[in-house]
């Protein structure tokens, strides 16, 4: 299979797999809300939808009793249907009802000493009692203040008695009167809260665990894990971008990411921590990592469509300055209170659209992958507007709180871009490799062409040098000897042996040049075992004794043709002289060696002759030696007394320059 092949599968089977993620995860999120809303009663389980409710004005925060009789807290209970939540008073908080704005110390102050009692009373009927534990469950209870539930009168559970909370997680709690067989009658809420905040109910589920528990995992799953688990899966790909960012010390876009990823994780932070909900350090970083994650984001927006965005990015950088500075702790200009934050989160859904609207006029039929980051943004919008919705009790409490969502969909959504990336850089290197290969290819051919046309010439040359060397070699040897015979015989000067004795030398001179055109691979040994072969018969019929004494040595990696013409000649001319002129006996012919030359000697028993005074003479046949043996790099020495004459020849072991 090509690899083009495989890189369509993965990417259509990721991008299958990332939709039936998302699908399912939708499908269980509406499937939980619609099962949460309808009436269900079964002998294990019993959904109570209605309710009945009574306030109370009070001031700061009391104790709730340990047992109430609800009949003595008021006689004209009003009733209300479950979910039930209070009316927002959003706009109402946001102007001050008096002449006078009063300052922020004295906002707090007054909005913390002036409380309210809530009191929910559920009638149960229609249940049957059984040997299991009795559960109760409700996706919500909302309240910026302290639960408290009674069972029968009997308080049996309490929350948030240090003050509220960021997160309110669903309340799963197992009801128990003394008496686990008996039928519970009726149960009640009590809510104290900061007056004028928003407040909120969902409806309550009784039975047991075997019939709530699935309710209770299922949102803790979606509402908590699975965002929970996506935000620490999109922070661990962030430090990776990070390291990657770092080694490679360039790439804007993975320095983006890990920054987005960390963003991203502070945010999420307040929706699975369960921190009281106060004016310090983890509140700033909750409501103004909501504005660095949009100016990250539109920081990506402008690096995929390359299009700067000045205006806007100034804009963005002063709402980060200014909300910073105006929330810091030591400051508190804007606190954070019910009163306030959510004006701020309108703020931030402002520069959200501005964001998406902006992106999505860059990127129109420019960039696909900036298109996409901003119809992230824009469902990220979306999530917000539902999530400050619910916030300000315009949505019921069982609806879902989608911001712990933005992480896992950003985290896909920046995955799929990587994905993207890795892909196209996949396909890139493939094609490149292609392009590389053909390329090579055509580069071969073109070597080849060329080696072979300077094969051609080279052969040509060879051949033209070899014929060039031959006839010099026929001239020099042959065609001087043949000339200087001619001459005598018509002269009349020579009898018939001097003229078969110059004959034979002729004859010996092309059998020395055909042995140098036989491939000698840089063998000494074997020229000299070819002169001894040319030769042997001359020796013979001259009566002379032969002692071959020849050893092995190193390899002459250097003997081509007219290097081996040239020993050949000199070891021929010593023969031929020891023949001829010196009538010895025997001949010995050795060979050896030393660490930079290789040596052969020929040496005789005859009377030997003045080796100075034939040099100064000016002889040819030494003078021809000699000047032989420097052109090929090496050396010639005689030595002869009575005793007899050695001839040696030294040849470099190394290629000579």
């Known amino acids: 299979m090509k690899m083009t092949s ?3 599968y993965t990417k259509r089977y990721a991008f299958a797999g990332i939709m039936t993620i998302v699908t399912l995860i939708t499908i269980l999120l509406h499937s939980t809300t619609t099962q949460e809303h309808t009436q269900v009663t079964s002998p294990a389980a019993i959904h109570v939808t209605t309710a009945e409710m009574v306030q109370f004005d009070s001031t700061g925060i009391s104790t709730a009793p340990a047992i109430i009789d609800s009949t003595t807290l008021s006689k004209t209970w009003g009733k209300i249907s479950l979910p039930y939540a209070s009316p927002s008073e959003l706009l109402r908080k946001s102007t001050p009802s008096t002449a006078e704005s009063p300052s922020p110390n004295t906002l707090i102050s007054s909005v913390t000493n002036a409380t309210t009692i809530a009191w929910y009373r559920l009638k149960v009927s229609n249940f049957t009692a059984g040997a299991y534990p009795l559960m109760l469950y409700t996706a919500r209870v909302k309240v910026e203040g302290p639960i408290a539930v009674y069972l029968d009168g009997h308080l049996i559970h309490q929350l948030q008695l240090a003050g509220p909370t960021w997160y309110w997680p669903p309340l799963w709690l197992e009801l128990d009167n003394g008496e686990r067989s008996a039928i519970p009658h009726e149960i009640l809420f009590r809510l104290q809260y900061v007056r004028h905040t928003n407040t909120a109910l969902a409806s309550v589920w009784l039975g047991s665990s075997a019939a709530l528990g699935w309710r209770y995992q299922a949102r803790q799953w979606l509402q908590v894990y699975i965002p929970m688990m ?3 899966a999109f922070l661990a790909v962030g430090l990776f971008a990070l390291v990657v960012w770092f080694k490679r010390e360039q790439g804007k876009g993975y320095g983006l990411f890990a920054l987005l990823a960390g963003a991203q994780f502070i945010r999420s932070l307040h929706f699975f921590c369960d921190f009281p909900l106060a004016n310090d350090w983890f509140a700033w970083i909750s409501v103004n990592s909501l504005f660095w994650v949009i100016a990250i984001v539109h920081a990506f927006q402008v690096l995929m469509h390359g299009k700067p965005q000045r205006w806007l990015s100034t804009i963005l950088n002063g709402i980060i300055i200014l909300i910073g500075l105006l929330s810091l702790p030591i400051v508190a200009t804007l606190p954070n209170t019910p009163e306030v934050t959510p004006l701020i989160y309108l703020l931030a859904m402002a520069a959200s659209i501005t964001v998406t609207i902006a992106g999505f006029i860059a990127s129109w039929r420019h960039s696909s992958e900036a298109m996409l980051v901003t119809i992230g943004i824009g469902l990220c919008f979306l999530y917000g507007v539902s999530d400050w919705a619910l916030q300000s ?9 989608l911001g712990p969502y933005m992480n896992l969909q950003n985290f896909v959504m920046f995955c799929y871009l990587m994905y993207r990336r890795y892909i196209g850089a996949l396909t890139h290197v493939e094609n490149s490799n292609e392009q590389l290969a053909l390329r090579l290819r055509a580069r071969e051919d073109e070597l080849a062409q060329s080696y072979s046309r300077l094969s051609e010439i080279e052969h040509k040359q060879t051949v033209a040098e070899e014929r060039q060397r031959l006839m010099q070699d026929m001239h020099d040897g042959l065609g001087s000897s043949l000339h200087s015979a001619l001459r005598a015989i018509e002269r009349g000067s020579l009898d018939a042996i001097a003229v078969s004795d110059i004959l034979r030398a002729c004859i010996d001179d092309l059998h020395l040049t055909i042995d140098s055109m036989e491939p000698v691979e840089a063998n000494l040994l074997l020229l000299l075992a070819t002169l001894r072969y040319r030769l042997g018969n001359r020796l013979q019929s001259a009566t002379m004794k032969l002692h071959w004494e020849v050893v092995d040595v190193p390899s002459l990696e250097w003997i ?8 050949l000649r000199i070891l ?7 023949v001829k002129h010196t009538k010895a006996t025997e001949i010995h012919v050795a060979t050896g060696f030393d660490e930079r030359y290789v040596h052969v000697s020929i040496s005789d028993n005859g009377a030997g002759f003045d080796v100075e005074s034939v040099q100064q003479s000016g002889n040819k046949g030494l003078g021809n030696q000699k000047r032989r043996a420097a052109a090929i790099g090496g050396d010639i020495q005689w030595k002869s ?3 007899g004459t050695k001839v040696t020849l030294w040849l470099p072991q190394a290629r000579p320059m």
């Open 641 to 643: 007394n009575h005793a």
């Open 230 to 232: 996506s935000s620490g």
């Open 6 to 8: 495989v890189l369509w």
């Open 572 to 578: 021929q001319e010593a023969l031929t002289n020891i």
């Open 560 to 567: 081509d043709p007219r290097t081996a013409l040239h020993i």
């Open 393 to 401: 009790n315009f949505l019921g409490p069982e609806n879902w709180y």
